[in-house]
């Protein structure tokens, strides 16, 4: 849903952004590179000290680019297949150290071990939830499932809890219980969509092999049919 509806809107919002860079002669490979390495900074400096909140503020400063780049290359007229996969293989990066920054809060000042668990399952399930989507298309299946919990999701309800437990420093009190919540939300979410996604190239992939017996069934019949005209 998030990918429907707020990407399309931030897309329309941040394009005269995009349009200024394109006018100053900056990339959109410089921005994806330039906002993962924001994105990364702001996640594994501030988030394993405990500071979410301007963790936070700094990797959504630099998320965006997530949107900026693809924005810039459609109005340069330059989609191509290696900035697609320089930007798929960035996300992987930018979520890894974002779950990376939370698991070495609790597994140091945090204490607390079965979060810092929690947030490896987030990190790894994030990935692996990635890759299923991406192998079942290299071997021809539409994959035609988004699932429950997507990249988008984990990243909007992570970093809202993170940032909202970040107040607790300013004298929010209880709110630092947000961030365990979220992140046990993101990885049942996660799981889900991991089992919807390996249901889902299971059942096309027997589709697609039944398709394929069938046809050739039919051109052994037709072959059958054609040797006895003869």
């Not at 809890?161 to 420093?169: E, K, Q, V």
């Not at 991991?194 to 072959?223: F, G, H, K, W």
Request: hydrophobic letters at 50%; one cysteine or more.
């Amino acid at each position: 849903m998030l990918n429907k509806y707020a990407r399309a809107f931030f897309t329309r919002v941040l394009t005269p952004f995009a349009a200024f860079l394109i006018r100053r002669g900056v990339s959109p490979d410089a921005v994806t590179l330039i906002g993962t390495a924001g994105v990364v900074a702001g996640a594994l400096v501030f988030f394993p000290r405990g500071e979410f909140f301007w963790g936070t503020i700094v990797i959504t400063l630099f998320v965006f680019s997530d949107l900026v780049d693809g924005n810039m290359a459609r109005q340069l007229g330059r989609s191509s297949r290696w900035g697609a996969f320089l930007d798929s293989t960035l996300d992987r990066v930018a979520d890894g150290a974002i779950f990376g920054g939370f698991a070495l809060w609790y597994a140091g000042s945090g204490d607390n071990n079965a979060l810092c668990a929690v947030s490896i399952f987030c990190l790894a399930s994030g990935q692996v939830v990635s890759y299923t989507k991406a192998r079942g298309e290299s071997i021809g299946l539409p994959v035609a499932v988004n699932g429950l919990v997507e990249r988008a999701e984990r990243l909007v309800i992570s970093l809202v809890a993170a940032g909202l437990a970040g107040l607790h420093t300013f004298g929010v009190p209880g709110i630092q219980i947000l961030l365990p919540i979220a992140l046990w939300i993101v990885a049942v979410g996660s799981l889900v969509t991991l089992v919807q996604r390996v249901v889902t190239v299971r059942r096309e992939s027997a589709e697609a092999e039944a398709e394929a017996e069938a046809e050739a069934e039919a051109e052994q019949n037709a072959s059958q049919g054609r040797e006895a005209a003869k």
